[in-house]
């Protein structure tokens, strides 16, 4: 039987896509390529190029591939960005989604891993957030995933449905064997634009917000290494074969950085002292969110094994060096081919 990973071709899910083929399943991806790339999709595994919100083209694919269960990815994810265009976000993450939910359903699936966010919970103190915790998102991005994760729930009471909801706090770094990471090049996760910096290629590093009710003033985040929350999902996805029932869970370390912490560890392993320059405020960033995530090592028995600010650093570096490398080698094959 198959998993189909949505958004495959993406960052997350593209390492979600590699930890399931090192162990051996059968995997075919769903993307629509607007931010991912089939460069990362790798050789053997079918890509499906087209809308989550389709549901012939989604049907016919989980029926043709013997689809089992479903790793949903697929998101618009920049929460300023749902700020200004919030129908947008609503279409993609929660319209689209309940299309997506309902295909699966009428296609035999039965086993659904959902890629939610830390951003459900909206503002929070500097104290580990629990899944006990009232969601109260400040951002129609952090709401398109609440809804999406009511969706689910409904649907498993009323169908023969069951799903995982991970809460993803921060996800940074690239996969150990540098086969994957955040490729996107407006990216702005922060591990990855302060690496960028680093290398020369942002002339700065923009802050947003020092005035937080924070130790130093900028905001507080919970950063998970990508192949820890691959593995997350990988016992997630066990948990649901295995007869398990629904449940939400909180992913990360239960450890906060601040951003001005993590741009003095980029500088430090880089060796670069880049410009940074402090601006006011974006909408829809909460001042601190870190996880309380002792409920998933409990009920799934996840054991993370990159807890290291550091070493996900070295590895986003690492990364940002591959990708100015294959742009440098595609100028230089251009070059030669005028």
């Known amino acids: 039987m198959t998993v189909m990973v949505t958004g495959g071709a993406g960052y997350i899910g593209s390492h979600m896509v590699l930890a399931l083929l090192d162990r051996g399943e059968r995997v075919v991806v769903l993307?629509?390529?607007s931010t991912g790339f089939a460069s990362a999709v790798p050789d053997g595994v079918d890509l499906v190029v087209g809308d989550m919100g389709d549901p012939d083209l989604v049907g016919r694919a989980m029926a043709d591939q013997k689809v089992e269960a479903l790793a949903h990815f697929a998101a618009r994810i920049v929460v300023p960005e749902s700020v200004a265009d919030p129908l947008g976000y609503y279409l993609n993450n929660t319209a689209k989604?309940?299309?997506?939910?309902?295909?699966?359903?009428?296609?035999?699936?039965?086993?659904?891993?959902?890629?939610?966010?830390?951003?459900?919970?909206?503002?929070?103190?500097?104290?580990?957030?629990?899944?006990?915790?009232?969601?109260?998102?400040?951002?129609?991005?952090?709401?398109?995933?609440?809804?999406?994760?009511?969706?689910?729930?409904?649907?498993?009471?009323?169908?023969?449905?069951?799903?995982?909801?991970?809460?993803?706090?921060?996800?940074?770094?690239?996969?150990?064997?540098?086969?994957?990471?955040?490729?996107?090049?407006?990216?702005?996760?922060?591990?990855?634009v302060a690496a960028q910096a680093a290398l020369g290629q942002r002339p700065r590093l923009e802050v947003f917000g020092t005035d937080y009710p924070t130790h130093d003033g900028s905001c507080l985040r919970d950063y998970i290494h990508v192949s820890d929350l691959a593995d997350a999902h990988l016992v997630a996805l066990d948990h649901l074969r295995g007869g398990g029932a629904s449940l939400t869970l909180n992913c990360g370390y239960g450890r906060g950085y601040s951003v001005l912490e993590v741009i003095e560890v980029v500088k430090r392993v880089s060796g670069v002292d880049f410009p940074v320059t402090l601006s006011?405020?974006?909408?829809?960033?909460?001042?601190?969110?870190?996880?309380?995530?002792?409920?998933?090592?409990?009920?799934?028995?996840?054991?993370?094994?990159?807890?290291?600010?550091?070493?996900?650093?070295?590895?986003?570096?690492?990364?940002e060096r591959h990708l100015a490398g294959g742009e440098e080698s595609r100028r230089n094959e251009a070059m030669a081919a005028s």
């Open 31 to 33: 993307d629509d390529l």
């Open 97 to 192: 989604s309940r299309t997506l939910i309902e295909t699966a359903i009428r296609s035999g699936v039965r086993q659904m891993i959902f890629s939610s966010t830390a951003a459900v919970y909206g503002e929070t103190s500097s104290e580990p957030v629990g899944e006990d915790v009232a969601p109260a998102p400040v951002s129609p991005y952090g709401r398109s995933k609440l809804m999406t994760e009511w969706m689910l729930a409904d649907a498993a009471v009323a169908h023969d449905l069951r799903y995982v909801a991970l809460r993803y706090f921060n996800v940074a770094g690239a996969d150990p064997a540098g086969r994957s990471g955040q490729s996107t090049p407006a990216a702005t996760h922060l591990i990855k």
């Open 280 to 319: 006011p405020r974006r909408p829809g960033d909460p001042p601190a969110i870190v996880a309380r995530a002792e409920r998933i090592r409990s009920e799934l028995g996840w054991c993370p094994s990159r807890d290291d600010l550091e070493g996900i650093v070295r590895g986003a570096l690492a990364w």
